[in-house]
């Protein structure tokens, strides 16, 4: 028996110190394992074709999370928060009211929308019982996993981890592929979580260094769900929204896997897994072909981002397949991803990070830190001078890894959000492309970003 206790459930070894206490359970006394949640969209009317109108409301609301009484701030009274879901080319028109007791605003993690006006604008404070109509046409191409969560800077952190977050989806005509129609399809959004008295764990001084990570990890937000597919291959649109916490994946039984899509951007084609690492702010869609009966765990594993806390490796997912399952065939191709390349850039860029600075000092709103021209490629050296793992995330536009520490990146892909070691060095190529305005580039451990790892891009 050499199977470690970390990768038993709690059942199993409950279950095994009763027996070896002589106690026999019967099996309809085992805990219950929660289903997938799924997660209910946010009120949405489409009045006429081409518009989408949806209600959104940052309030306060007592919940239980994990059987325990929490007192969260919430989108629509939900956690995680009501799914916002779109479709490319449609003008979306969002009544957002904030009940809460400080000023917010929203972000579009990963839309590709203006970052200005009534759009994906983070410059702009909604005071405490006002409210907002965000407006913006969601561009052709936008399709995918994204999310959204608060951004007044200085206080993001706070407010996600009271419990602001939620997925964003765009319906695009790839998810029409038959081999993507077919699948079970389901958006898996994990946040962690600490509660104290019922509320959520305050910061303390060392949490704004490590970034703040709780007890509870939470898939649509319970622990440790069950998905009872009901196709032959399972879609996963995997959301990180943690202040800090990384997900390293992995599949128990080492099966194959497949990645299609990064940051809501689809690669040409799957890509085989192994592990997937999933940082703060990253989305991933992947492919899980299911075989006969036999369960597939999604682990969380063992990852060091160099900080002094230690989490047990542990099931996030247990995906039962319905008796004779069989997988659907994989997409040959999903999108046309055209390689960009160093030459086409037309400014070089040197970004490094370290504990609260980026490009060497603190974030300032009213300095711009990169003036860019529309519509230029741009190199952007970003490396990390410091001691532990920051994930590096640029709002508005997105971009291609070009170089890993010299090494050219396996696949192309589009990424908002990519991961850096200490010590690492990257070359990202990114096109200022579609929108002019103000925007920013940040660490997305909340706590850095608020403590300073953040700049401003203008591109006129
Ligand atoms: Cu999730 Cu400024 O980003
Ligand atoms: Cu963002
Ligand atoms: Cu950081």
Redesign the pocket.
């Known amino acids: 028996m050499t199977r470690p206790l970390a990768a038993l459930r709690r059942r199993d070894v409950l279950g095994g110190l009763l027996a070896l206490a002589g106690v026999a359970i019967p099996r309809h006394a085992r805990p219950a394992v929660a289903a997938l949640p799924e997660i209910l969209s946010a009120p949405t009317r489409r009045p006429e074709p081409g518009l989408v109108e949806i209600a959104l409301e940052a309030a306060p609301a007592r919940l239980s999370v994990a059987g325990q009484p929490a007192e969260l701030w919430t989108y629509a009274g939900a956690f995680p928060g009501r799914l916002l879901r779109l479709r490319e080319g449609e003008t979306v028109r969002l009544r957002f009211a904030n009940r809460l007791p400080e000023p917010t605003n929203l ?1 579009f ?1 990963g839309l590709h929308v203006p970052p200005t006006g009534r759009a994906d604008n ?1 410059w702009l404070h909604i005071p405490p019982g006002e409210t907002f109509a965000y407006e913006f046409t969601v561009p052709p191409g936008a399709g995918g996993t994204h999310w959204y ?1 608060p ?1 007044v800077h200085g206080g993001i952190a706070r407010q996600m981890w009271a419990g602001l977050a939620g997925p964003l989806i765009v319906d695009g005509p790839l998810d029409a592929m038959p081999e993507l129609a077919a699948t079970d399809e389901r958006i898996v959004l994990l946040k962690d979580l600490a509660l104290v008295d019922g509320r959520p764990a305050p910061h303390g001084v060392m949490d704004w260094h490590k970034g703040k990570e709780g007890d509870l990890v939470l898939v649509n937000g319970v622990p440790s769900p069950e998905l009872r597919a009901t196709a032959g291959t399972v879609r996963l649109r995997l959301i990180n929204a943690c202040n800090a916490r990384y997900f390293r994946l992995g599949l128990e039984d080492g099966r194959p896997w497949h990645l299609i899509a990064t940051d809501g951007h689809f690669l040409e084609q799957p890509q085989a897994l192994d592990d997937l690492l999933l940082v703060p ?1 990253a989305r991933a869609d992947v492919l899980i072909p299911l075989e006969g009966r036999g369960e597939v765990r999604l682990r969380h594993l063992f990852y060091d981002r160099r900080t002094p806390d230690f989490t047990p490796e542990r099931t996030l997912l247990t995906i039962v397949p319905r008796a004779g399952a069989r997988p659907l065939p994989l997409p040959e191709r999903l999108a046309a991803v055209p390689r960009l390349r160093p030459d086409d850039a037309a400014a070089r860029r040197r970004i490094t990070m370290a504990m609260f600075l980026l490009g060497g000092r603190p974030f300032n709103p009213h300095r711009i830190d990169i003036s860019g021209r529309l519509d230029d490629v741009e190199l952007w050296e970003v490396e990390n001078v410091g001691t532990m793992d920051h994930p590096f ?1 640029t ?1 508005t536009w997105y971009f291609q890894v070009a170089t890993l520490n010299g090494r050219p990146e396996p696949f192309a892909a589009w990424r908002d959000t990519v991961n850096l070691r200490p010590g690492d060095r990257l070359e990202l190529l990114v096109p200022l492309r579609s929108y002019p305005g103000r925007s ?1 580039y ?1 660490c ?1 451990i909340a706590e850095h ?1 608020d403590k300073g790892m953040m700049g401003v891009i203008e591109v006129i």
Do not use: K, L, S
Request: zero cysteines; charged letters at 0%; a neutral charge.
């Open positions: 972000h993690h983070t969560h951004h702010g995330h709002h920013v940040h997305h970003g």
